[in-house]
């Protein structure tokens, strides 16, 4: 059983950028592919980034270019780094281990 526990959300201004972690315990970090989904109000569940056990990294067009994923496997924790942040990426945020295991969830808030 692998738990996970995201960190690092909160309110921010558009333009502006925040970093998620996303620290697991409970199993082989390093073996897992990971991912960051979120989930606005009144919308469905939307992938955002993957990375696998080779640090290759996938994202979704409306984040390619200002969101980064990585990971520490030396820390079991996992990061999203958003940046130039938009009201439209209000949302609560999830990491996802092998798309098996969820976070419980955290909330991003990008207003003015």
């Known amino acids: 059983q692998v738990q996970l526990v995201e960190s690092g959300g909160g309110l921010v201004q558009p333009g502006g950028s925040l970093r998620l972690s996303c620290t697991a315990s409970g199993g082989i970090f390093k073996f897992y592919t990971m991912d960051w989904y979120r989930q606005a109000p009144g919308k469905q569940r939307e992938w955002v980034a993957g990375i696998d056990t080779q640090d290759h990294t996938v994202y979704a067009d409306s984040v390619k270019g200002r969101f980064t994923i990585s990971r520490d496997n030396a820390k079991n924790t996992m990061y999203l780094e958003m940046n130039n942040l938009k009201p439209e990426d209000t949302a609560v945020y999830f990491c996802?281990?092998?798309?098996?295991?969820w976070g419980q969830g955290i909330q991003v808030t990008v207003s003015s």
């Open positions: 996802s281990c092998i798309r098996l295991y």
